[in-house]
């Protein structure tokens, strides 16, 4: 089974979708930073290449945010002490992930002050642009409150005040006086209101020739979100990375080959990237959930299957991580399906992933050792939960699936 061909554009801009999602309901940052960031490089006159260029960095800029206390802060305070840590981390997941590591300089300085920048041995085209979206990140703090009530069109002239009183300390003059050439206008902030956001960047995608990814580069941008999820706590480091290296195995053990293979990988990699949406407040609780709590965490695997289904449309992939708490009696969510809609990859990333969730430690309970996990998973295959043929080939080589799991 062939992949269609990703690109690009739609790619990065329904993963934007997912790294957006840390907000709650504060969405859309990212995608706002973008549009402005791209529409002040238009002003300067920066080539089409570099407009483009900074519109992906603006939705990428927040890549090191998982955890939605830190977004809080950095929405509520023009500057925060802890904001370095997040521009550190994006910057080293972007340094790992080829197509995008261009992007990693620029991210690593994104919160960082004009006159620091310009005693720092930075290159000065990146202090431009690191600044420009430091610049276009604090418009939009300072937008926030008003957005989508229509009082941005009585208060836009005071941030416009605002960001020119920090020009030369805070940002880069001639970044300043651009953004307030084109900002004076109702349209520039009306324009950030969602349907014309996202309107905006299908448009600018149309307009752009392609660029297709192929399966390294795809498994590079999943491997990128997967680190973003599993940041989300302590609990779940490397968690998606090593569901997907067992559910790789795993297929491997079943025949699975070529590109369905490499399919499965990626689905195991992005299984839980719904969760970005789901407070950590929920995820690091050590007690059990409340029903409303447990409803919350229980909708990640609705929005993984979303996010997934806007990236690789025509894909099984959607279908294969979204489906990964779903039961073969169809008493799992969010679709309730049971045998006949789970195909064998649903069924191995299922198992993948209990299996990995039991060898780690969770606030609720310590490491479990690998007899107890064999027996756990037994007694879901008896309870109709889990697949036993998947189970089975698991216990056969179950030590090596360990060192998968927790080595
Ligand atoms: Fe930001
Ligand atoms: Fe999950
Ligand atoms: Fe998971």
């Known amino acids: 089974m062939k992949l269609h061909p990703i690109d690009m554009h739609n790619a990065i801009t329904a993963l934007t979708c997912a790294l957006d999602l840390v907000g709650v309901d504060e969405v859309r940052h990212g995608k706002r930073v973008a549009v402005m960031a791209r529409a002040i490089a238009l002003q300067l006159n920066w080539p089409e290449v570099e407009c483009l260029s900074i519109l992906y960095s603006g939705m990428l800029h927040d890549c090191g945010v998982s955890r939605i206390h830190e977004h809080h802060q950095l929405i509520e305070t ?18 790992a992930c080829q197509p995008l590591a ?12 004009w006159e620091t920048l310009l005693e720092l041995p930075v290159d000065h085209h990146i202090r431009l642009r690191a600044n420009l979206l430091y610049l276009s990140d ?17 208060e836009y002239p005071a941030i416009i005040a605002q960001i020119k009183s920090l020009s030369g300390i805070l940002f880069a003059p001639e970044l300043v006086d651009a953004f307030a050439e084109i900002a004076d206008v109702e349209a520039f902030w009306l324009a950030m209101e969602p349907e014309y956001l996202d309107e905006d ?21 999943a491997r990128l979100f997967s680190r973003v999820v599993d940041a989300k706590s302590p609990y779940t480091d490397e968690h998606s990375q090593r569901v997907a290296h067992i559910a790789r195995q795993l297929a491997m053990d ?9 399919q499965v990988e990626i689905a ?13 407040d929920i995820i690091d609780k050590p007690g059990s959930l409340t029903p409303e709590e447990r409803a919350t965490m229980h909708r990640h695997s609705y929005d993984t299957f979303r996010i997934l289904q806007r990236v690789f449309e025509g894909s099984k992939i959607p279908v294969w991580a979204g489906f990964h708490h779903e039961t073969l009696i169809g008493d799992g969510y969010p679709f309730k399906n049971g045998t006949k809609k789970l195909d064998l990859e649903c069924r191995i990333i299922a198992v993948a992933d209990i299996f990995q969730a039991l060898a780690q430690q969770r606030p609720y309970r310590r490491t479990m050792s690998l007899e107890y996990i064999l027996n756990d998973l037994q007694s879901r295959v ?11 080939k698991l216990t056969e080589n ?4 360990y060192r998968l799991a927790v080595a």
């Open 382 to 392: 008896e309870t109709g939960h889990l697949d036993a043929k998947v189970v089975a």
């Open 102 to 113: 261009h992007l990693s300089a620029e991210i690593r300085y994104h919160h960082t002050r």
């Open 201 to 221: 960047l299908r448009s600018i995608g149309s307009h752009i020739p392609a660029t297709l990814l192929d399966i390294p580069a795809l498994k590079e941008l």
């Open 138 to 154: 604090r418009i939009d703090m300072l937008q926030s409150p008003f957005l989508n009530t229509g009082q941005i069109l009585t």
């Open 78 to 95: 023009l500057e925060w002490d802890g904001a370095e840590d997040h521009c550190i981390r994006g910057a080293a997941y972007l340094s």
């Open 398 to 401: 179950a030590e090596l699936y």
């Open 268 to 280: 195991g990699l992005l299984h839980d990237i719904g969760k970005l949406r789901v407070s950590e």
């Open 254 to 262: 079943f025949g699975i080959k070529g590109y369905e293979l490499e």
